[in-house]
DNA sequence: GTACAATGCATAGTATTCCTATGTATATTG
DNA sequence: CAATATACATAGGAATACTATGCATTGTAC
């Protein structure tokens, strides 16, 4: 992984989240991989981190999973509750706040692409 | 509004190095209340995570430190280690990068203030 | 056709980071 | 003169993500 996982750290279910909520079902396996893609490479998230924050989600009643066979091979998908789709717009706009914010104290220039 | 702490972390260190490079020299109770100044209070330092942190940054080389008497009452003032400066500035790039990846996965816009 | 890589799930134990709670002491202010 | 602010510190705990490991199926390269 590029960054410190540290800074990862309180971000993994808002990525989650957000993920789902633009693709109406995913697979485990399927969002590491899409976040491999997507950050080139930057963000990986490790199957030890997702499942358990996955499982986590459920718990909380933000997804609904269903599962599918391939073959013989499980595959298991999660989507967003409609508790989920509120939460994911509160987490990125309190994660968007909260880079307002660093990005003053750190006196950081954004990228306006 | 207070970010969630969870967010915070892995920033915290980063957050106290761009001020000492800003500053010259800080002391830790003034560091706390300089952030709480900055952020319009969304960030809160606790002294309970901030002397730790401080202490950390000492033992890795990236501060020193004097200490003063204002009165009869102790007062330690930090200032950046020439390597601290470059640790620093690795430090800021690093999350600056971080958020821009993040900003991109998660749909963001930036504030182009 | 078979070793090796990739797909796909899962969990236990560990590391890191920060917070809460607590303690001590001095200075200021109403 | 009591409450609040200043100023340091640490122990124990909570939250989060990682490493290491395990199991099984499918695809691929030699």
């Known amino acids: 992984m590029t960054y410190s ?3 990862i750290k309180g971000t993994l279910k808002t990525i989650v989240l957000k993920l789902l909520a633009d693709n109406k079902r995913m697979y485990g396996y399927e969002i590491t991989q899409r976040v491999k893609v997507l950050t080139l490479g930057k963000i990986q998230i490790t199957e030890g981190s ?10 909380e009643g933000w997804v609904s999973t269903e599962t599918e066979y391939i073959g013989k091979r499980v595959r298991k998908y999660y989507s967003l509750s409609p508790a ?3 939460k994911t717009k509160e987490r990125v706009k309190e994660f968007s706040e909260f ?6 104290l750190l006196g950081i220039k954004p990228k306006t692409s």
């Open 50 to 59: 997702l499942y358990p924050t996955l499982h986590a989600l459920e718990q």
């Open 5 to 7: 996982s540290e800074l």
């Open 99 to 104: 880079m307002d914010t660093m990005v003053f």
């Open 84 to 86: 989920g789709k509120t």
